[in-house]
Nanobody
Framework: QVRFVESGGGLVQAGGSLRLSCAAS????????MGWYRQAPGKQRESVAV?????????NYADSVKGRFTISRDNAKNTVYLQMNSLKPEDTAVYYC??????????WGQGTQVTVSS
């Protein structure tokens, strides 16, 4: 059974930092590209990951987070991370992780809430 458990969210002031974690199980983690997605209040979850990391460690970022967010992975722990710096109120959202190959499936975790106050 595939499962993703996100953690690390919280309430921070603009300019602050948070580090999100996502523990994956039920997949061969090391061979899967992973991504972080977000759903802002009142909006649908974005279909494009704000940050993605390939099995080899190559990374990609949405323009909105480039230079502020860093995605990383620990294959030994089946965990993907998102370091978020210089947070802005518009980063407020529920953040989810998923394998890129599963992003169109119904397999999603509960997400972790990030709230950035101005």
């Amino acid at each position: 059974q595939v499962r993703f458990v996100e953690s690390g969210g919280g309430l921070v002031q603009a300019g602050g930092s948070l580090r999100l974690s996502c523990a994956a199980s039920g997949i061969t983690f090391s061979i899967n590209a992973m991504g972080w997605y977000r759903q802002a209040p009142g909006k649908q979850r974005e279909s494009v990951a704000v940050a993605a990391i390939s099995s080899s460690g190559s990374t990609n970022y949405a323009d909105s987070v480039k230079g502020r967010f860093t995605i990383s992975r620990d294959n030994a722990k089946n965990t993907v991370y998102l370091q978020m710096n210089s947070l802005k109120p518009e980063d407020t959202a529920v953040y989810y992780c998923n394998a890129l190959s599963l992003q169109w499936s119904a397999v999603w975790g509960q997400g972790t809430q990030v709230t950035v106050s101005s």
